[in-house]
């Protein structure tokens, strides 16, 4: 199975500040369709988890810009530009390249 | 507006069945596969399978931990994706999850709470 690693695992943040998520897999996300199934999640407390960004770099309808997705091959980051009080939650990489699809640990993100 | 909606969850002895159902409206359900994932309480989230539309023979894929005990339907004319779990342990207590799509699954539904407890 392919084993996604993300850091940090917790990341206080200052409202205003930047955030930078790290998503590493043990093998590269390119399909032989030339696409990379690298996607990002949103889980805030008490809900279910919203997609942000699919495919390595493309943001979902609705998202705020301050959200982007960025990497390649097995190096993948989430950041956002400007952290709100509304981004408190856990954020998941997943790929969906390799069966099984994996997830990574999760990283919580908190106001300082 | 596309929704998913999880239901059947609730508390199960260890070895006995359950079945959950995800209800889909706001699109054409049997263009897209659906998979199932779960989330034990506290940790983080995990496949569990799939199953592809008719148009790829509505085939499935599981994850390891659940294979051969669980197993996933869909009724497109109903525009529902079943989730038959058989043989539950204490370790299938988690919420779970359907969502559309594979790869890149974009929506999920809110989640129904299964329990296996003595």
């Known amino acids: 199975d392919v084993v996604m690693t993300q850091s940090p695992l917790s990341l206080p943040v200052t409202l205003g500040q930047p955030a930078s998520i790290s998503c590493r897999s043990s093998q590269s996300l390119v399909h032989s369709d030339g696409d990379t199934y690298l996607n990002w999640f949103q889980q805030r407390p008490g809900q279910s988890p919203r997609r942000l960004i699919y495919k390595a770099s493309n943001r979902d309808s609705g998202v705020p810009d301050r959200f982007s997705g960025s990497g390649s091959g097995t190096d993948f980051t989430l950041k956002i530009s400007r952290v709100e009080a509304e981004d408190v939650g856990v954020y998941y990489c997943?790929?969906?390249?390799?069966?099984?699809?994996?997830f990574g640990q999760g990283t919580k993100v908190e106001i300082k | 507006e596309v929704q998913l909606v999880e239901s059947g969850g609730g508390l199960v002895q260890p070895g006995r069945s359950l079945r959950l159902s995800c209800t889909a409206s706001g699109f054409t359900f049997g263009d897209y596969a659906m998979s199932w994932f779960r989330q034990a309480p506290g940790k983080g989230l995990e496949w569990v399978g799939f199953?592809?539309?008719?148009?790829?023979?509505?085939?499935?894929e599981y994850a390891a931990s659940v294979k051969g005990r669980f197993t996933i339907s869909r009724d497109d004319s109903k525009s529902i994706a079943y989730l038959q779990m058989n043989s539950l342990k204490t370790e299938d207590t988690a919420v779970y999850y359907c969502s559309r799509g594979l790869r890149f699954p974009d929506y999920w539904g809110q989640g129904t709470l299964v329990t296996v407890s003595s």
């Open positions: 997943m790929q969906g390249t390799h069966w099984p699809v994996t």
């Open positions: 199953i592809r539309s008719k148009t790829y023979a509505g085939t499935t």
